[in-house]
């Protein structure tokens, strides 16, 4: 009987160790917290930073999209224009 509670007695100090142990360690504390914080804040502004440039890039593609569109309506009204230029011409 005495072995046995020898036995129960190392149990709960192994066991009570162990607690104190993975209490220590595996618990974070409020300074890699307040860092995990600050890297959150950091990626969210990264973030919105990056929102904003492709905003303005999409603007920009959509402005030149606009200035093409325009360059080839006056290109094929200039062919158009040339075409029946020739097409007199080649009447006289």
Do not use: H, P, W
Request: glycine share 4%.
């Amino acid at each position: 009987m005495k072995e046995s509670l020898m036995n129960r007695s190392r149990a709960l100090a192994l066991v009570a160790i162990a607690g104190v142990y993975a209490g220590l360690t595996g618990c974070a504390t409020n300074g890699d917290i307040e860092a995990l914080r600050t890297e959150i804040n950091q990626n969210k502004q990264a973030t919105a930073s990056a929102a904003r440039d492709a905003a303005d890039a999409k603007a920009m593609a959509q402005n030149a999209v606009t200035t093409a569109n325009a360059a080839k309506a006056t290109s094929d009204d200039t062919a158009s224009k040339l075409d029946r230029m020739f097409k007199k011409a080649m009447y006289k």
